[in-house]
């Protein structure tokens, strides 16, 4: 349910985003031409394989633009376990999602350096709290 704020509705909090746990992914696809109507087929298994296989997925939401050139995917996860957890159960279905297009991904977390040498050389950013940035920081 959403509580209202000063600038409309926001979502509460959940105990894992309060305690910092919840990690977040927004992912692009530029579908290659001619390839729209595979990457859609493709999406909907995956789509179905988190919902029925997925124990820690909070959000799994697949958007196209309206001239269908981009779609954006945003994740939400209750930890990084939770991410591992989807990345395995789509894991078979990913290598014929991602031939069709184009693909970037920001994480937004605590990631551990270990964590994020598993996502080298691919086309990922990751992004920490504030909270963390400047604490890691010194400031």
Do not use: C, I, N
């Given at each position: 349910m959403l509580t209202p704020g000063p600038n409309g509705p926001v979502r509460p909090m959940t105990r894992a985003a309060e305690s910092g746990t919840e990690v977040w992914a927004v992912a692009r696809l530029k579908p290659h031409e001619?390839?729209?109507?595979?990457?859609?087929?493709?999406?909907?298994?995956c789509r179905e394989a988190t919902r029925t296989r997925d124990t820690g997925t909070l959000r799994y939401e697949i958007h196209l633009s309206a001239d269908e050139s981009e779609c954006v995917f945003i994740e939400g996860y209750r930890d990084v376990d939770a991410l591992l957890e989807h990345n395995a159960n789509i894991g078979a279905l990913?290598?014929?999602?991602?031939?069709?297009?184009?693909?970037?991904?920001?994480?937004?977390?605590?990631?551990?350096?270990?964590?994020?040498?598993?996502?080298q050389g691919d086309p990922v950013q990751f992004f920490a709290p504030l909270e963390a940035a400047r604490s890691s920081a010194g400031a």
């Open positions: 001619g390839k729209l109507e595979e990457f859609k087929r493709a999406a909907a298994k990913l290598p014929a999602m991602l031939s069709t297009g184009s693909v970037s991904a920001e994480l937004f977390g605590h990631f551990s350096d270990e964590f994020k040498t598993r996502w």
